[in-house]
């Protein structure tokens, strides 16, 4: 995906007029339709536009929800040179996302990110899905957006909760690539200017590894243990949370192996004391079993990101995790 296909604060009526023979099928969550159903309605109202909502949250992304809202489409008459467009945070995009992929084997995708975690990452690198019983994002496709159009107005609604699961992400980033990143980072409603940076680390892994073989895993620093930690707690702990607590993990195997400095660690910390997250309590060993069923993972590999100064990928056995987790619990 290319930068130049992000619109920062660009009226969308006007980016609407690049495809004057076409109808917009719009997908947002019931929650986001009840706030912004006039902003939309004024928007799109020089345009064939209908709307879908889904349920707000995680529960939308089941493949049920997929196949109504593609049967919705269908029967609405949507054609090839229709334009899907997604307006919403992650949940909105990835199943949008992937029923343009996939609804007449693809039509044109407009996304507008509208959560911190959306803007910075989700909307960027053309990862679309659902959920499979079995586990997130296990059915999925690469399916990139025509358009991204980004406006941190729309943060304003944003509860503080899901600006911190933004802020999970923008930290990793400052720690994998960028730390200048970390200047920019106050408890002030997030700028552009720190959300353009935040693009760029995610945008520069995608590039040099758009299917996630080597490089692009750096932006899984933290994630693993963050997943566990979300299964284990039967996804009670919010997504920003698990990944501050999966940072901390990583950054004390980092410590145990000599890779990391304790200095990282008490940068760390200063982000726990600023969004007021709590480390995680049990001895870090407990996470195992549900680090087994991670997808970037092989029967006997495990895959962690380590931050030496920037993101390194080490592989170890399941043992020598083991002991680690112990090691680093201590420290
Ligand atoms: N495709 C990718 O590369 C990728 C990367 C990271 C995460 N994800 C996915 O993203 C999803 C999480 O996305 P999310 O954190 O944006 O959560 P979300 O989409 O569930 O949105 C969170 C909540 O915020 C509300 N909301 C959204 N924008 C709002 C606004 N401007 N004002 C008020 N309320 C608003 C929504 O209605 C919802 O209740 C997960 O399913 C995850 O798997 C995908």
């Known amino acids: 995906m290319k930068k130049n296909n992000i619109y920062y604060n660009t009226k969308i009526e006007s980016l609407l007029k690049a495809y004057p023979n076409s109808k ?15 902003f939309l309605t004024t ?9 879908t909502t889904i349920p707000e949250g995680e529960k939308a992304k089941t493949i049920k929800e997929y ?17 899907i467009v997604a307006f919403g945070g992650g949940v909105v995009g990835d199943l949008a996302g992937f029923v343009a992929a996939t609804i007449l084997r693809g039509v044109t995708f407009i996304n507008i990110p509208t959560t911190l975690l959306a803007m910075v990452d989700s909307a960027l690198g053309g990862k679309v899905g659902i959920n499979s019983e079995a586990g997130k994002n296990l059915i999925g496709a690469f399916k990139n957006a025509d358009k991204i159009i ?11 909760q899901e600006l911190i699961n933004g802020y999970g ?41 758009y299917f996630d073989k080597n490089k692009r895993q750096y932006l899984n620093f933290g994630h693993s243990f963050a997943h566990a930690i979300e299964k284990e707690s039967n996804y009670q702990v919010p997504h920003g949370y698990a990944v501050f607590q999966g940072m901390e993990i990583a950054l004390k195997i980092g410590m145990v192996l000599k890779i990391t400095t ?30 087994k069923n ?23 056995k399941e043992v020598e995790l083991d002991e680690l987790l112990s090691l680093a619990s201590e420290l």
């Open 24 to 38: 917009f099928f719009l997908i947002t969550d019931d929650n986001l339709f009840s706030l912004y159903q006039n």
């Open 150 to 160: 980004v406006n941190e107005q729309f943060l304003k609604t944003l509860p503080q």
């Open 43 to 51: 928007t799109f109202a020089n345009v064939d536009l209908s709307i």
């Open 262 to 291: 304790p200095s990282d660690l008490r940068l760390l910390e200063k982000y726990f004391s600023l969004y007021q997250i709590k480390p995680y309590q049990k001895p870090y060993f407990k996470l195992l079993k549900y680090l």
């Open 67 to 83: 196949q109504r809202v593609v049967e919705l489409l269908i029967k609405a008459e949507i054609r090839r040179n229709d334009v």
């Open 169 to 209: 992400e923008i930290v990793k980033a400052a720690f994998i690539s960028d730390r200048t990143i970390f200047s920019l980072l106050t408890d002030d409603q997030p700028s552009l200017k720190l959300i353009k940076k935040v693009q760029k680390v995610k945008l520069a892994l995608v590039k040099s590894d």
């Open 294 to 316: 991670d997808k970037k993972n092989t029967q006997e590999l495990t895959t962690l990101i380590l931050i030496k100064e920037r993101a390194l990928i080490k592989t170890m």
